[in-house]
């Protein structure tokens, strides 16, 4: 059973950084690609950042430059270090596989940023 728990999310204003990060449990996690999703009110969650089991990244243009995404297979985490960002970065965010795992989706982590 694969379980995937995210934090560090938060209420910054324009311009601020936050750093997310996911722990997931299983020895499946370093073998697998990792993705940062996303789901603002009243819209489709998206993926807005991915990476591969040997460290390829990438993401999204509406992120592409201020996101930054990494792993950590020893600690069988991944993180999202977010700068600069806007207001339309609001949303839940989530981790799961890529694709996404149907029953890895977490509880996610809120990120509101205030303009």
């Known amino acids: 059973q694969v379980q995937l728990v995210e934090s560090g999310g938060g209420l910054v204003q324009a311009g601020g950084s936050l750093r997310l990060s996911c722990a997931a449990s299983?020895?499946?996690?370093?073998?697998?690609?990792m993705g940062w999703y996303r789901q603002a009110p009243g819209k489709q969650r998206e993926l807005v950042a991915g990476?591969?089991?040997?460290?390829?990244?990438n993401y999204a243009d509406s992120v592409k430059g201020r996101f930054t995404i990494s792993r950590d297979n020893a600690r069988n985490t991944v993180y999202l270090q977010m700068n600069s960002l806007k207001p339309d970065d609001t949303a839940v965010y989530y981790c799961n596989f890529v694709p996404p795992y149907r029953l890895g989706w977490g509880q996610g982590t809120q990120v509101t940023v205030s303009s």
């Open positions: 299983g020895s499946i996690f370093r073998i697998n690609s």
């Open positions: 990476v591969t089991s040997d460290g390829i990244t």
